[in-house]
Nanobody
Framework: QVQLVESGGGLVQPGGSLRLSCAAS????????MGWYRQAPGKERELVAV???????NSGDSVKGRFTISRDNAKNTVYLQMNSLKPEDTSVYYC???????????????WGQGTQVTVSS
């Protein structure tokens, strides 16, 4: 059993900052990639940023230069620092982890419950 618990969402004014956190818990042998995705009403879920176990990152074009992803492997936690927020960043943000529960398992993808980020004046 694996759980991803997100925190840090909320309401912020345009130009402001927020930091999201996502902690993975349960039966975990190793976590490969961790990342953040977002989905606005009526739109498809899109990549925000991902980070490998070795620290390699990739992010969506719309957030490059504004959002930074990082992770603490010892805590099985991934962070998303969001700066210079825009109204179009308003969305539900979902944490994702690709991991193995035991050394014999195939990697599986897990999702958090989502956290709302609203950027509005």
């Amino acid at each position: 059993q694996v759980q991803l618990v997100e925190s840090g969402g909320g309401l912020v004014q345009p130009g402001g900052s927020l930091r999201l956190s996502c902690a993975a818990s349960g039966t975990i042998f190793t976590i490969n990639a961790m990342g953040w995705y977002r989905q606005a009403p009526g739109k498809e879920r899109e990549l925000v940023a991902v980070i490998s176990s070795g620290g390699t990152t990739n992010s969506g074009d719309s957030v490059k230069g504004r959002f930074t992803i990082s992770r603490d492997n010892a805590k099985n936690t991934v962070y998303l620092q969001m700066n210079s927020l825009k109204p179009e960043d308003t969305s539900v943000y979902y944490c994702n982890a690709v991991l193995k529960s035991t050394r014999w398992d195939f990697s599986k993808s897990y999702w958090g419950q989502g956290t709302q980020v609203t950027v509005s004046s």
